[in-house]
C-alpha cells in the first residue's frame, strides 16, 4: 500500500512540475521563431505562411543580451522586444503584472521581474540604464550602445529564472539599443498547438531554407530530456519499493503454508487436487496484494491533491523550507494526477503481487503426505 501510495505521489509531482515548467515556458517564449539569418524577411513570406498555415499567429519581435544598471549595481539579462499591438504578448504580460499598468507601455518605459527588482533595489518609477552589445563610435573609441529607462512596473511569472533575467521593452526601444532595423526583426508563431511545434518547423523549412527556425523545445531540449530520463529513474527505483514489498507476501505465505502443513496433507488424502490447495493459498495472497494496491491508489490520489496544503503545513510546523523556489524554479509544489501512470503502477503491483503469491504456493504440488502425516 504504502509502496503504491509514494509512487503515485512521486509520479504526480514530477508529471506537474514538466507541465508547470512547460506553461510557464510557453507562455513567456514564442512557440517558433525564424531569424532573417543575414537575409531579409519580406511581406510576401510572411503572407505565404499566414495563407498555408490558417491556426497560427505571426508577429515580429526582437530579443538579445545586454545589462542593467542600477547606481553601482549591474546584471546581465535579456531584452524582450513587445509590440503593444500584440494580443497574445500584452496578454501573457499584464495577467502577470504585480504592480503598474500595461496602457503605460509606453517609449522608455521597461517592465522587469520582481525577483530582479529585489535584487537590484528597483521598484516602479526607478530610473535605470540598459547597456546592449551593439557598439557605437565616440572619440573615446567604441563603447556599448546604453540608454535610459523608466520602470514602468514589476511582473512575476512563477518561474524564477524568467523573473530574475527578462526585461520587457517596446519593440522600437530594442531596436534601438541593438542598433537594428524592422528588417531585422525575428518572426515569431504562435500555434493552437505548441507540441506540434516540431512537425510545423520542418513544413516552414520547406518554404525557404535560407532563414535559420527553431521551436521552444530546441531551446529547451536539454532541460527537458534530463526531466525525462529523471523521471524514468525515480520511477524504476520507487518501483523497487513495491517489489520489496512483495517478498513480505512471499515469506508471510511460506510460514502459513508450512504452518498448514498436516491440513494440506489431509485435505490431499480426501481426494482434493494440488491445483485447488493452490489455488486457496494463491488467491490469499493475491487479495492482500490487490486490496494494498487499491488502498495505496486511494491513499496516492489523496496525498497528491493535498500535497501542497501539507509542504506549507509541514514547513511551518518544522521551520524548514521544503521544495526552495530558488532552486527549482516554481512557487509551489505542483501536483498533476495521470491516470494512465495510475494504471501502469495498478497493473505493475497485481502483476507483482500474483507472482509473489504463486511462487510459494508451488511449493505444495512438492509435498509428500506420507511425510506430513507421519508424526501425527
Avoid: C
Amino acid at each position: 500500500m504504502l509502496g503504491v501510495a509514494i509512487l503515485i505521489i512521486v509520479m504526480s509531482v514530477m508529471n506537474g512540475f514538466k507541465t508547470d515548467l512547460t506553461k510557464k515556458i510557453l507562455g513567456l517564449n514564442p512557440h517558433i521563431v525564424i531569424q532573417p539569418n543575414s537575409f531579409t524577411i519580406d511581406d510576401k513570406y510572411i503572407s505565404e505562411l499566414k495563407n498555408k498555415f490558417s491556426d497560427m499567429k505571426v508577429s515580429k519581435s526582437f530579443s538579445g543580451e545586454g545589462i542593467i544598471i542600477n547606481n553601482d549595481s549591474a546584471k546581465g539579462v535579456i531584452f524582450k522586444g513587445v509590440d503593444k499591438d500584440e494580443k497574445k504578448s500584452i496578454e501573457f504580460l499584464s495577467k502577470n503584472l504585480t504592480s503598474g499598468n500595461i496602457n503605460a507601455f509606453n517609449n522608455n518605459q521597461v517592465f522587469i521581474g520582481t525577483e530582479l527588482a529585489y535584487n537590484l533595489n528597483l521598484k516602479e518609477g526607478d530610473k535605470i540604464s540598459l547597456m546592449s552589445s551593439a557598439f557605437v563610435a565616440t572619440p573615446l573609441g567604441s563603447l556599448p550602445k546604453q540608454e535610459s529607462f523608466i520602470i514602468a512596473g514589476t511582473f512575476t511569472t512563477g518561474f524564477l529564472e524568467f523573473d530574475q533575467n527578462i526585461v520587457f521593452l517596446g519593440i522600437e526601444d530594442v531596436l534601438s539599443i541593438f542598433d537594428k532595423e524592422e528588417k531585422d526583426q525575428n518572426v515569431e508563431i504562435y500555434l493552437k498547438d505548441p507540441l506540434k511545434a516540431n512537425l510545423v518547423k520542418k513544413k516552414i523549412e520547406k518554404i525557404n531554407p535560407n532563414y535559420f527556425i527553431y521551436t521552444w523545445s530546441d531551446l529547451n531540449k536539454s532541460f527537458f530530456s534530463a526531466l525525462k530520463v529523471e523521471r524514468n529513474v525515480m520511477f524504476i527505483i520507487l518501483t523497487l519499493i513495491v517489489i520489496v514489498a512483495a517478498f513480505n507476501i512471499i515469506s508471510g505465505l511460506t510460514i502459513l503454508i508450512k504452518n498448514k502443513t498436516k491440513e494440506i496433507a489431509i485435505l490431499k488424502t480426501l481426494g482434493l487436487s494440488n491445483n485447488s490447495i493452490k489455488k486457496s493459498f494463491f488467491l490469499t495472497g493475491f487479495s492482500i496484494g490487490f486490496l494494498a494496491t487499491i488502498s495505496g491508489i486511494v491513499l496516492g490520489i489523496i496525498f497528491s491533491y493535498n500535497i501542497e496544503k501539507l509542504r506549507i503545513m509541514l514547513s511551518s510546523l518544522f521551520n524548514l523550507e521544503i521544495f526552495p523556489p530558488d532552486i527549482y524554479f516554481l512557487e509551489k509544489l505542483p501536483s498533476e494526477i495521470s491516470f494512465f501512470s495510475i494504471l501502469v503502477i495498478f497493473i505493475l503491483s497485481l502483476t507483482v503481487s500474483a507472482i509473489a503469491s504463486y511462487l510459494p504456493a508451488m511449493t505444495i504440488s512438492k509435498m509428500k503426505t506420507f511425510r506430513a502425516l507421519k508424526y501425527e
